[in-house]
């Protein structure tokens, strides 16, 4: 059996606005800063911001879903849209594969699984362990070989400067830690968030920089 795992930059952002949401909203109703002395475009402002993030929340339980492939079969839950949707995987009518656009033009890969009583989508944007969950899947590899390419090669710039950023986020805590001589809960929270997304950095680059290597030396 094998269980989507949400993807790391997907959940990071998720949550990163949804902290930055919580605790604006919270100090905006604390301080009463909508019926204080703050000047109304400052209202206006802190209004809007809650009002995104507020957004931004029901539309990620929106399209939250659970995808777990079993046997042969693929079960697609949208557990807050009370929807559940199953695909035989003995009885496939159409495999679809291709690339999409999202985040600052960042390319990202789907399939679209299609029986003869719906489609499900597997895509990356999603999904963490793309390449696991769609591995059994009988598609053309000499698409799935293009499509690979395509993302690695508009891709890698992003990551490479991924991984610039946090390696020196990094350093900068490692040697903030040492030249304070302390260490608090939060730093510690720091260093894990940015040691995990720094892990999921490199090694999408290490892969990116695998495909198109592979690539150019079977041209």
Known sequence: M?????????????FVMILCGG???????DKNLFTGDLIFIGKFFVGLFILISIG???FFLYKFRILIIDKNKIISIHPFRFKKQKIDLTKIKKLKSENFFAFRGT???????TDFSGTVEINDLEFENFENLTSKLKV???????IDFEQAKSNLSNVNFNVYILSGLLIFL??????????HPIILAFFICIGILLYASVKRKLEYK?????VHNNV
């Open 174 to 183: 490692v040697f903030n830690t040492i030249w304070n001589s302390g260490f």
């Open 210 to 214: 695998r495909i198109i290597k592979t």
């Open 140 to 146: 053309d590899q000499n698409k799935k070989k293009e």
């Open 2 to 14: 094998k269980i989507g795992i949400n993807n790391i930059f997907t959940s990071f952002w998720f």
């Open 56 to 58: 931004i929340l029901f």
């Open 107 to 113: 390319v990202y890969r789907k399939i679209k699984v």
């Open 23 to 29: 605790t604006l909203t919270y100090f905006a109703f």
